[in-house]
């Protein structure tokens, strides 16, 4: 008892004297600064934390460790604090881990809610990331001997429980989502086979070698079908909102918080608690998060997906609560827990830092120190957000003809900063046509990114552990837990479906002759899609083929089984309802177009990646930041018949602001165009 009072008082003192040492008003300064630089670069699509500690590491040279740490983990923090300001406000994930915002907060931005939905996130992500920091100072000595317990058998065993998921994420389509996610799953295993390295599915490509970057992909399904949709409707995302309405919404935000505390403490765990296991990307926490408030919180299955304020504190709560959790690998055994925090690790190797026990006891200060820079960035974060909220607000009330065209440039930016690659840009385009085209046909989108996201880990995991365990790892603790818990995720949406209908023998009999519509011709594409895929595979080497194979019979008996009730399956009528089933909803925007003709709504949709195409054509031939201001010119004056003075000052101020931030001061490297080529004496002008 003595030995743990001591323990507790000498990791108290740390803690207090970390505290002293980090109110220093200059290493606040470097704070401060790093806060700043990832709220910005949270608002901005596809960029993230990534790319700005990578670039402010040079700069940690001179610092001490104290105020290097705060200034990289203030920027780090924070960056999933401005996350969900453009999730919100136009649909557009500001990172993968903001994801499954746009579900719920997107929704009532157009309702006119949008201050009540960002404060609801930015209080969420300041709770949530304090809890996670707060994890991350009690758990890092309990959780040393656990984590190293956990082996590839469970790493493997936690994808597959991530990757059961989508029966939760697919709501009333459970066939159609575990076919969108065995097709993202197949995505993400194309390039070069890691066991025998066939290349698959690259088609002679030299980009594919490496397999889709998240980026493109994630913006391409979740961001240009919101910007399509929002060309096809011709309207502002919001009604005129009063500026004491979103004073009075942002209050509202506050109290949901506080009303719901006890969803963002569970989410806060899952955030923390995934985040702190190696391997499992944070890109799927909040999918996490947000599929266990829709299974445990009351009514969820009614409102989630319409604008229900919970759906975006959980996200975001969990969002935030993952950094704290990615430091406790990265410290107690230097595996970084994300990709920033493997940049992180240079830090420690530039301040003579070795992650383990020494961090634990001799370095304990600085340890603290990190944990006191994650929570005073994300009140920092926070405050800032809420100082210029009102603002942000406002940006959903502006007509489109003014929002469409800054937003389109800035998310071909952060689509190229993927891999820096042409191939980044048509991904982005082909995945867009693909998510709106889902999008129209009630295809759920979510499925498809948590294949993506989990898919390449599966596949190493179990690899590994047939290699390291033979079949004896199925007989571990944590992985027959984890592997029922996964099996019951799958199978629990079927047999509520079975119940919904009264018994096997009813629904069996609840069919018709086959009718077809229209909708079902998507059907049949992806049917062809998979089909394809799989032919493609089968001449590969065993060990290349056998987990893509797999995926794709799994994705073909879930697709032709879902053309089958789709074609044959009674339609719902007075006589014959087909309940809801708790749990089952539309889990994914719905259009808002859908009041226009279908004619008007195909033109306008090819006219919107008409603009895309020619986009990327002048871009081919002038790069990127002379085509935003032809963009800005020829669309605002096309769409709008704007004022020319509006118009030129838009273009310059758009211009301007993206030279300054992403080529002075970023220093972003650009898409090679024509023009560099042909005329190398021009390449001083900006993104030639």
């Not at 969990?318 to 410290?331: C, D, H, S």
């Amino acid at each position: 008892m003595e030995a743990f009072t001591s323990e507790v008082a000498f990791m108290a003192g740390a803690a207090g004297q970390a505290f002293i040492i980090l109110m220093d008003p200059s290493r606040l300064m470097f704070l401060a600064l790093g806060c700043i630089m990832g709220l910005v670069l949270g608002i901005v699509p596809g960029i993230g934390g990534l790319t700005g500690t990578a670039m402010l590491l040079p700069f940690t040279f001179a610092m001490d460790p104290y105020a290097a740490f705060a200034l990289l983990l203030g920027l780090g923090s924070t960056t999933s604090t401005g996350d969900p300001i453009p999730a919100i406000l136009f649909g557009v994930p500001g990172g993968a881990a903001s994801a499954a915002t746009v579900l719920d907060g997107h929704p009532m931005a157009r309702r006119g809610e949008a201050g009540r939905a960002l404060s609801a996130a930015y209080m969420s992500s300041l709770m949530g990331g304090i809890f996670g920091a707060a994890l991350l100072a009690v758990s890092i000595p309990i959780l040393r001997p656990v984590m190293l317990y956990l082996g590839s058998p469970e790493l493997l065993a936690f994808s597959v429980l991530g990757i059961s998921t989508v029966a939760v994420l697919s709501g009333n389509a459970p066939l159609r989502g575990i076919a969108a996610g065995c097709l993202g799953v197949m995505i993400a295993m194309i390039g070069t086979d890691p066991q025998t390295g066939t290349l698959r599915w690259t088609f002679g490509s030299l980009y594919l070698w490496d397999g889709l970057p998240l980026i493109p992909v994630l913006l391409g399904l979740f961001a240009l079908p919101e910007l399509c949709d929002l060309l096809i409707a011709r309207t502002a995302i919001s009604k005129p909102i009063d500026k004491k309405d979103i004073y009075k919404g942002q209050w509202q935000g506050v109290q949901d918080c506080f009303e719901h505390w006890w969803l963002i403490m569970r989410c806060s765990w899952i955030g923390g608690g995934i985040g702190s296991i190696p391997g499992i990307s944070a890109a799927v926490v909040d999918w996490l998060a947000y599929g266990h408030a829709l299974k445990t919180e009351k009514g969820a299955a009614l409102t989630f997906g319409k604008g229900d304020v919970r759906g975006v504190i959980a996200s975001e709560s969990a969002n935030n609560a993952k950094e704290g959790g990615a430091l406790v690998p990265t410290i107690a055994f230097g595996v970084p827990g994300s990709a920033t925090m493997a940049i992180l690790l240079g830090a420690f190797l530039i301040h003579g830092l070795v992650p383990g026990p020494d961090m634990l006891h001799k370095n304990l200060n600085i340890t603290y120190a990190m944990v006191w820079s994650i929570a005073l960035a994300n009140i920092l974060g926070a405050g800032l957000c809420y100082i210029f909220s009102p603002q942000f607000a406002r940006l959903a009330t502006l007509r489109y003809t003014l929002i469409l065209p800054a937003v389109l440039g800035i998310v071909y930016i952060g689509a190229f900063e993927a891999s820096r690659s042409w191939g980044d840009l048509f991904a982005l385009f082909l995945f867009g046509v693909l998510g709106w085209v889902m999008k129209q046909n009630k295809w759920p989108r979510p499925p498809l990114v948590l294949g993506l996201v989990l898919g390449d880990s599966m596949e190493r995991y179990l690899f590994i552990s047939v290699e390291r365990y033979g079949l004896t790892w199925m007989a571990r603790p944590v992985v027959a837990v984890l592997f029922a818990l996964a099996i019951y995720g799958l199978v629990r949406p079927f047999i509520a479906d079975v119940r919904g209908h009264g018994g096997i023998r009813r629904m069996l009999t609840d069919f018709r002759m086959p009718v077809f519509e229209a909708s079902q011709g998507f059907t049949l594409f992806m049917l062809a899609v998979v089909a394809t895929m799989v032919a493609v595979a089968l001449p590969w080497s065993f060990g290349a083929k056998i987990v893509p194979v797999t995926v794709g019979c799994v994705a073909l008996f879930a697709i032709s089984l879902s053309l089958f009730n789709d074609l044959c399956r009674k339609p719902a009528t007075e006589d014959n309802p087909l309940p809801l089933i708790d749990g089952k909803m539309h889990m994914d925007l719905v259009s808002e177009t859908m009041h226009l003709p279908m004619r008007e709504i195909l033109e306008r949709a090819a006219r919107f990646f008409g603009y895309l195409l020619a986009f990327m054509a002048v871009m081919a031939v002038i790069g990127l930041i002379p085509t935003i201001a032809v963009f800005v010119i020829v669309f605002m004056r096309l769409e709008g018949r704007e004022r020319w003075p509006l118009v030129l000052t838009y273009a310059f101020v758009l211009v301007a602001g993206v030279t300054i931030v992403f080529d002075t001061f970023m220093a972003l490297p650009w898409p090679t165009t024509l023009l560099g080529r042909w005329l190398p004496a021009l390449k001083f002008i900006p993104s030639l």
